[in-house]
Every structure is written in structure tokens, then in C-alpha cells.
């Protein structure tokens, strides 16, 4: 079992920063590739940034340059840093992780969610 638990929202400023991050912990499994979704209310879920195993990034075009998504070595934690916020960026910010058990079996684990709030 692989649990993730994501966290760092909280309500900001516009041009403000956050800095959210994800844990991954468990056992027996390799990580293939983390990320961010977001859903703000009445809005569908956007896809806005992902790091691979080897290192690449990949980022929305509403977030390119604002948004940069990183993993300390050593730890199952990536980190989403997130500045020059504007009210748009308004959402519920979800990481994932797509996981690789020994056996070959692969899966997606999803974080609870951490609510970001621009506004002044």
C-alpha cells in the first residue's frame, strides 16, 4: 500500500507564493512519475505539472514559468513551487503518483488534495 499525502496550500495574496509538497511512503514499490492536478469549483481537472523518473519536467502553458516542480534527492517527496499566483491558479491541488510494484504490476496513487486560494 502507498499512501500520499500532499500539503502546503493556504491562502495567498496575488504575486504571492506557495510551496506545496507531496509524500509518497510504503513499501515495495519504485516511483515512474509524479505530479499536479488542480480543480477549481465548476472547472474540469487540469493537468499542471509532472516529473518523470529521469528528471523532466512538464508544465501547462497557463503555469510555464510560474510553476516549478521538483524532488529532493533521496526522499519520495516532490515539491511544487508556485509564484506569481493570480486568482486563477485558485483550485484544489491534488498530487499523484504513478507506482511500479515488484511483480511489474503498475498504479496510480492519489494525494488528498490541498486547497489553494488566491485573493486579496
Known amino acids: 500500500q502507498v499512501q500520499l499525502v500532499d500539503s502546503g496550500g493556504g491562502l495567498v495574496q496575488p504575486g504571492g507564493s506557495l510551496r506545496l509538497s507531496c509524500a509518497a511512503s510504503?513499501?515495495?514499490?519504485?516511483?515512474?512519475?509524479m505530479g499536479w492536478y488542480r480543480q477549481a469549483p465548476g472547472k474540469q481537472r487540469e493537468l499542471v505539472a509532472t516529473?518523470?523518473?529521469?528528471?523532466?519536467?512538464n508544465y501547462a502553458d497557463s503555469v510555464k514559468g510560474r510553476f516549478t516542480m521538483f524532488k529532493v534527492n533521496s526522499e519520495n517527496t516532490v515539491y511544487l513551487q508556485i509564484n506569481s499566483l493570480k486568482p486563477e491558479d485558485t483550485a484544489v491541488y491534488y498530487c499523484?503518483?504513478?507506482?511500479?510494484?515488484?511483480?511489474?504490476?503498475?498504479?496510480?496513487?492519489w494525494g488528498q488534495g490541498t486547497q489553494v486560494t488566491v485573493s486579496s
Open positions: 516529473l518523470t523518473s529521469d528528471g523532466s519536467t
Open positions: 510504503g513499501s515495495r514499490f519504485s516511483i515512474d512519475a
Open positions: 499523484y503518483a504513478d507506482l511500479s510494484d515488484y511483480a511489474g504490476n503498475e498504479f496510480r496513487s
